[in-house]
């Protein structure tokens, strides 16, 4: 399950078979903002390095709130991939 706007081909996929998205809609600028930052950011909690809420503290003690890369606009998304890298 999906939620989809037509008109400007955005989307956001949604929990296991539920209508629960998983963040925010995102069109193909911003969803590509948002693949190559868990590129960057997935690494580090998939390779037991730490925890998943370990590295988002990480990102959260750096940006000063909650962030969730599948929530994040361009701008967001950028920073956290400058500071990744």
Not at 1 to 29: D, H, Q, S
Request: hydrophobic share 40%.
């Amino acid at each position: 399950m999906v939620w989809f706007c037509k008109p400007c081909y955005a989307y956001i996929a949604c929990r296991n078979n539920t209508k629960t998205p998983l963040g925010t809609m995102a069109g193909p600028e911003l969803r590509n903002l948002r693949y190559k930052a868990h590129q960057i950011f997935d690494p580090l909690w998939n390779s037991g390095q730490m925890t998943q809420v370990d590295a988002y503290a990480i990102l959260e003690r750096e940006f000063g709130a909650e962030i969730r890369i599948e929530s994040s606009n361009a701008e967001q998304c950028k920073k956290i991939i400058e500071f990744l890298t």
